[in-house]
C-alpha cells in the first residue's frame, strides 16, 4: 500500500517565477492538506481540499492556490515567488472520516 | 497558535524509555491529543493519538491525566533512529468548514537518543 507521495524531490525557482508541487494521497484517502515548513519551524497550515474544494485555508497569501483533482491528487501553485517562499512543502491525507492525516515527504523548494 | 507547551530538548539513553510530556491545560471536551514525529528533513510520521483513555500501539504508548490537561509519549525502549523533533497537537476532529481540523505544530521537543 503506497503511502502520500510528492514530487518533485527539490526544486530550485528564481524570484517571481510560478511552481506547481505535486501530491498523491495514500490509497483510499479523499482529503489532502497542505503545509509550509520554513527552516527550524514547525509545520505551517496553508490550506486542505476535500471534495475538490478548498475547505480550509490557513494564514497565506492568494499567490498560493491549489487544486484537487476527482482521483484526489493535488496540486500546491504558488506564483511571484519571494526568497521567503523557500521551504519544506508536505502534504498530509486523511480519510475524512477517521481523520488522522498521514504525510508525504515533502518537496524542498529553493527561491534565489 | 499552539495549544500545546512541551520542553524544547530532551535525551535519552538508548534502550531506556523516553517520556515525553505534553501540556494542554486549554484542551476542549472535543479535542484529541495527537502526537507526531519529523526526523531531520524528512515529513512527519504520525505516533499516536487519545482522547481520554491511554492508548498503546506498536511505537509508543500515550498516557493522558484524568483531567486531560497533560499527557505523556512514551517510546518503551529508544533507539537511536528515535532521535527526532516529537509535536504533541490538539485537535477537535472534524472542521465546521467540512474535511478534517488542521493539524496545528508548535516547537515540538527534539529528543536526542545517545547510545
Known amino acids: 500500500d503506497a503511502g502520500v507521495t510528492q514530487s518533485p524531490t527539490h526544486l530550485i525557482k528564481t524570484r517571481g517565477q510560478q511552481v506547481t508541487l505535486r501530491c498523491s494521497p495514500k490509497?483510499?484517502?479523499?482529503?489532502v492538506s497542505w503545509y509550509q515548513q520554513a527552516l527550524g519551524q514547525g509545520p505551517q497550515f496553508i490550506f486542505q481540499?476535500?471534495?475538490?474544494?478548498?475547505?480550509q485555508r490557513g494564514n497565506f497569501p492568494d499567490r498560493f492556490s491549489g487544486h484537487q483533482f476527482p482521483n484526489y491528487s493535488s496540486e500546491l501553485n504558488v506564483n511571484a515567488l519571494l526568497l521567503g517562499d523557500s521551504a519544506l512543502y508536505l502534504c498530509?491525507?486523511?480519510?475524512?472520516?477517521?481523520?488522522?492525516?498521514?504525510f508525504g515527504p515533502g518537496t524542498r523548494l529553493t527561491v534565489l | 497558535d499552539a495549544k500545546t507547551t512541551q520542553p524544547p530538548s530532551m535525551d535519552c539513553a538508548e534502550g531506556r524509555a523516553a517520556n515525553l510530556p505534553c501540556n494542554h491545560s486549554?484542551?476542549?471536551?472535543?479535542?484529541?491529543v495527537y502526537w507526531y514525529r519529523q526526523i531531520h528533513s524528512q515529513g512527519p510520521q504520525y505516533i499516536i493519538h487519545?482522547?481520554?483513555n491511554n492508548e498503546t500501539n506498536e511505537m509508543a504508548s500515550l498516557i493522558i491525566t484524568e483531567d486531560r490537561k497533560s499527557s505523556t509519549l512514551i517510546l518503551p525502549h529508544a533507539t537511536l533512529r528515535d532521535t527526532a523533533v516529537y509535536y504533541c497537537i490538539v485537535r477537535a476532529l472534524l472542521s465546521s468548514q467540512g474535511g478534517s481540523e488542521k493539524l496545528v505544530f508548535g516547537k515540538g521537543t527534539k529528543l536526542t537518543v545517545n547510545p
Open positions: 481540499y476535500y471534495e475538490e474544494e478548498e475547505r
Open positions: 498530509a491525507s486523511s480519510l475524512v472520516i477517521t481523520d488522522t492525516q498521514y
Open positions: 487519545g482522547l481520554k
Open positions: 486549554t484542551i476542549s471536551g472535543n479535542e484529541y
Open positions: 490509497s483510499g484517502h479523499d482529503t
